[in-house]
């Protein structure tokens, strides 16, 4: 999937006090490492949000997430998909009508990050790809 993710670091203001907004939101244009876009020690869950665009008669569709560092909850228009706890990061997405839907991806890491100042790498790293099943 070409293109901007917006992700939101859900209470990263409480375990990162020095960051001002309450939100912590962001657009990407590229996925990164969460250490490189200021969160070297946050231990939590961190929201990616697309829309993205399903072809008349695409049949059954696959999404690949690629690196996942640590767990992934893959969600389409609100409904779970899968919850992906190791590789590979992937979920078959069925019963889903052409057209523009939200694509959620929730993310989160371990508490070792935050415990041990580790910066372990942590986040949605891709590339993130969908494609249809033959």
Wanted: charged share 20%; net charge neutral; aromatic share 8%.
């Amino acid at each position: 999937l070409v293109g901007d993710f917006t992700t939101d670091y859900r209470y990263a203001h409480l375990a990162c006090p020095y960051l001002r907004s309450s939100g912590c939101a962001q657009t990407l244009a590229a996925l990164q490492p969460w250490d490189t876009l200021g969160f070297p020690t946050f231990s939590g869950m961190a929201c990616y949000r697309k829309c993205v665009s399903i072809p008349p008669a695409a049949g059954r569709l696959a999404l690949d997430l690629g690196r996942v560092e640590d767990l992934a909850e893959i969600a389409i228009d609100g409904r779970r998909l899968a919850v992906t706890p190791w590789p590979p990061y992937t979920a078959e997405i069925k019963d889903v009508e052409p057209g523009e839907h939200e694509l959620v991806i929730n993310i989160a890491n371990a508490p070792a990050n935050r415990l041990r100042a580790a910066r372990l790498p942590a986040g949605l790293l891709g590339p993130v790809r969908l494609w249809a099943e033959s």
